[in-house]
C-alpha cells in the first residue's frame, strides 16, 4: 500500500511542470464566432425594414492543388460573413457564387458576393 501511495505521488510530482498549450484563447473565440454576428436575410426582408447598405463584400474559397480541401460555397459564404462583420454591418443578403475552375491561382475556386447591411435590430 505505501508503494502504490508512493507511486502516485511521484506520478504527481513529474507531471507538476507539465505544460499543455491549446489554442483555445479568448481571441480565437471571438473570431471563431464572429460570423454569427450578421444575419442573412432576403430581398422580401429587406423591403419591410429599414436598410442601410455598407457596401458589397466577397469571400473566397480556394482549392490551390489536388490534396487541398475542395473549395466550397460554405467557406466563400463565412468569408464574406466575416468582411461583413469587419465593416459593422449586422445583417447580409447574398447575391451570386460563382465556381470557376483552373484559374492561375486556383484549382477550383467559389467567390461569394453579397451585400453587407445595418438593419434595425427589432427587425431582425
Do not use: H, W
Amino acid at each position: 500500500m505505501k508503494y502504490l501511495a508512493l507511486l502516485t505521488a511521484l506520478m504527481l510530482c513529474s507531471c507538476s511542470n507539465f505544460e499543455v498549450k491549446t489554442n483555445l484563447d479568448p481571441s480565437n473565440f471571438t473570431e471563431y464566432f464572429k460570423p454569427s454576428k450578421v444575419t442573412e436575410v432576403t430581398e422580401e426582408q429587406l423591403e419591410k425594414m429599414p436598410n442601410r447598405s455598407l457596401g458589397i463584400v466577397s469571400g473566397l474559397s480556394c482549392q490551390i492543388k489536388d490534396g487541398d480541401a475542395i473549395a466550397n460555397e460554405a467557406d466563400a459564404r463565412t468569408e464574406a460573413r466575416l468582411k461583413a462583420v469587419d465593416k459593422g454591418a449586422n445583417a447580409i443578403k447574398f447575391g451570386k457564387c460563382v465556381r470557376l475552375e483552373n484559374t492561375p491561382a486556383c484549382k477550383v475556386s467559389v467567390t461569394c458576393y453579397a451585400d453587407a447591411l445595418v438593419v434595425d435590430e427589432k427587425s431582425l
